[in-house]
């Protein structure tokens, strides 16, 4: 049974950091994208970050580029959101998502239940 | 960056009604869209990618279609389990932007 299963978040100060980490299992993880998605509350969807399969490819939102990194350990089959000077703006539930297809193409065919981020004072 | 635009943005139609959502690109993107929907309090689900393709267990009264920067997504018969919010996003490079949404209600 396929499994994503996100967390680290919780309430942090704004300029402050987190990690968000996101577990596999019940698929070949380590020949899968994944990818992070976020959703402020009562908003729409934003994706935020993809990794490539062996982790070789990263991509990010212009609104957090420079901000977020995104990792994984395939020997742990684990996916890592590092989050440093953050925002009220990225107060959001953050899902870790699994691409379609091996041939990597930023297809998001599995969520996980995601993890809620509060930015505040 | 491309813009991912959907209308309606909200919609209300009788069980049974055929509904349209439009999604529109700012720039071509052949055929690399996808729809997703999201039930209330719940976590999104693919619905159709490659702009046209069901997945998986998707009920067949979804559909989808388009290219280049039009697509649409139909729902034959509306029943009350799609009450939902409906996104597109793009694939086709980075960034990988998902539309606003598109509420339908009953």
């Known amino acids: 049974q396929m499994q994503l299963v996100e967390s680290g978040g919780g309430v942090v100060q704004p300029g402050k950091s987190l990690r968000l980490s996101c577990e596999a299992s019940?698929?070949?993880?380590?020949?899968?994208?994944i990818h992070w998605v976020r959703q402020a509350p009562g908003r729409g969807l934003e994706w935020v970050a993809t990794?490539?399969?062996?982790?070789?490819?990263?991509y990010y939102a212009d609104s957090v580029k420079g901000r977020f990194t995104i990792s994984r350990d395939n020997s742990i089959n684990t996916v890592n959101l590092q989050m440093k000077s953050l925002r009220p703006e990225d107060t959001a539930i953050y899902y870790c998502?699994?691409?379609?297809?091996?041939?990597?193409?930023?297809?998001?065919?599995?969520w996980g239940q995601g993890t809620l981020v509060t930015v505040s004072s | 960056d491309m813009q991912m635009t959907q209308s309606p943005s909200s919609l209300s139609a009788s069980v049974g009604d055929r509904v349209t959502i439009t999604c529109r690109a700012s720039?071509?993107?052949?055929?690399?869209l996808a729809w997703y929907q999201q039930k209330p309090g719940k976590v999104p689900t693919l619905l159709i990618y490659?702009?046209?393709t069901l997945q998986s267990g998707v009920p067949s009264r979804f559909s989808g279609s388009g290219s280049g920067t039009d697509f649409t997504l139909t729902i034959t018969s509306l029943q009350p389990e799609d009450v939902a919010t409906y996104y597109c996003?793009?694939?086709?490079?980075?960034?990988?932007?998902f539309g606003p949404g598109t509420k339908v209600e009953i």
């Open positions: 019940g698929f070949n993880f380590r020949s899968f994208g």
């Open positions: 490659g702009a046209s």
């Open positions: 998502t699994k691409d379609h297809s091996t041939t990597w193409q930023q297809i998001f065919d599995f």
């Open positions: 996003q793009k694939y086709n490079s980075a960034p990988f932007t």
């Open positions: 720039q071509g993107i052949n055929e690399y």
């Open positions: 990794i490539s399969f062996d982790g070789g490819k990263r």
